[in-house]
């Protein structure tokens, strides 16, 4: 086999165009591949356990791909179901395919590969020494893994080659690499890891590699010493700035990348274009790992939240900000203890006041802190282990945001302007990232769960 091709979208339920899929269709593709989750809409997600996008959405974009592959006679691979491939969110992916089977009146045959992880196996694993943190990784314990609501380990290519080899026409997976979607069937039929890799790193974010993302799907061509990608999409076009640029995307080191089976060199990689919007890559290598390793992500409850939004445009009080604020933040704490009592302390709840328009992006960071603003946007969050706590300690915040006094003013006046009436807003339970850890296998396999199921 001298060339692979294949169809890469850009996220399920982000919008799948279907003009632009039925015309890359044209170029004959080996697979169609299109991820759908990431840890970029952050923790919720893999915490809950519920998706970032809408029922609706990711129905529309499977129904196009799957009806691409049956005519096509393809395989389609979707990765990261759900958003952060968690059990349930395969399941809840896997009851969208059923829906369309079941409307459309067609047959498939799918590979489900579930890559949850097991607390009792973990532990198991960590006792043994055979989970290892990554940089700047946060502390692990047998503790943290059994609060955890849910961890799951992002597959390589190896559970993907096992479902391609049974011949079915879905595969949809759990917590998967996004290039590994691209990378496993060419490595199964001997192409080089290097160029593979390579390649589902350009294409895994679907037209983010063009100079201006857009409706549309890119289009790989890949042989044994170089790789084509282009996009189909109106007004689309892929440069050697273009490609080499998302080859860097998300990389701690920008010439190399880890994946679960070894590290991806692109450091003599070459950019070359050999049309308006077509690029061509050569020179990508690839150095298996020892170990193998297997990425975990967890995520685990911190409380539950309240806030309030509002704004503040008083420029005696912008002037100020920081120290009012500070004031502010001491007068809800002499509040709730006043109020409260002894049952609630400060390390029972935590406050948080987030300023936009100043530094409400970039915190810290932000160079220009001393800069005052015309007007800022205020968040106030109270976090607590109730929902109860939460609203109390943020219905106690509101009324000395509202009128809490500085200097400059006589009499009575409105510092604080909320946004919503009621002012809080109930957001339910929180949680946050605990793992960035690798687990060490004793084969590629054993971290995850296949079956195989005829739907319609």
Request: proline share 5%; aromatic share 8%; glycine share 8%.
């Amino acid at each position: 086999m001298d060339e692979i091709r294949y169809i890469a979208g850009t996220l399920v339920g982000a919008g799948v165009d279907r003009a632009s899929l039925d015309e890359a269709l044209k170029e004959t593709p080996h697979f169609i591949a299109c991820d759908a989750g990431s840890t970029d809409p952050g923790p919720f997600s893999l915490g809950s356990g519920a998706p970032a996008f809408a029922h609706a959405a990711v129905k529309r974009d499977l129904a196009a791909l799957l009806d691409a592959g049956r005519r096509a006679g393809i395989p389609v691979l979707i990765g990261s179901a759900g958003t952060a491939g968690g059990d349930a969110q395969v399941d809840w992916t896997l009851d969208i395919v059923n829906e369309i089977v079941r409307e459309e009146g067609v047959k498939l045959r799918a590979a489900v590969i579930y890559a949850e992880q097991d607390k009792d196996v973990l532990v198991k694993l960590f006792q043994q020494g055979r989970i290892k943190p990554l940089d700047a990784a946060p502390h692990l314990d047998e503790d943290t893994i059994k609060r955890s609501s849910h961890i799951v380990g992002m597959m390589g290519v190896e559970p993907l080659q096992q479902a391609l080899a049974e011949g079915v026409d879905l595969i949809l997976t759990g917590r998967c690499s996004d290039s590994a979607l691209y990378a496993a069937l060419p490595i199964l039929k001997g192409f080089p890891e290097g160029l593979a890799w390579h390649a589902g790193k350009v294409v895994e974010c679907g037209t983010m590699a063009c100079v201006t993302a857009g409706k549309g799907v890119m289009f790989v061509r890949l042989h044994h010493d170089h790789f084509l990608v282009k996009p189909f999409g109106q007004g689309l076009r892929c440069t050697p700035q273009s490609v080499a640029a998302h080859s860097l995307y998300e990389n701690v080191d920008p010439f190399h990348f880890t994946e679960a089976s070894g590290t991806v060199d692109i450091s003599e990689a070459t950019y070359e274009a050999v049309d308006p919007i077509t690029v061509r890559v050569t020179n990508s290598s690839f150095q298996s790992a020892d170990p193998y390793t297997i990425k975990l992500e967890g995520a685990e409850l911190v409380g539950y939240q309240t806030i309030i939004i509002g704004g503040i445009r008083d420029p005696f009080l912008l002037r100020q900000l920081d120290n009012w604020l500070a004031k502010v933040r001491a007068y809800i704490e002499e509040t709730i203890a006043r109020v409260l009592g002894e049952q609630v302390t400060k390390e029972d709840y935590h406050l948080m006041f987030h300023v936009y328009g100043r530094d409400g992006v970039m915190g810290s960071l932000e160079p220009e802190r001393e800069v005052v603003p015309k007007e800022v946007g205020i968040v106030l969050e109270a976090t607590a282990a109730t929902q109860q706590l939460a609203t109390i300690i943020a219905q106690l915040s509101r009324q000395p945001l509202l009128h809490y006094p500085i200097a400059e003013w006589r009499g009575a006046t409105t510092s604080f302007a909320c946004l919503h009436n009621p002012a809080h807003t109930e957001r339910g339970p929180v949680y946050r990232f605990n793992f960035h850890h690798v687990a060490i296998p004793q084969s590629p396999l054993e971290m995850f769960r296949t079956k195989f199921v005829e739907i319609g």
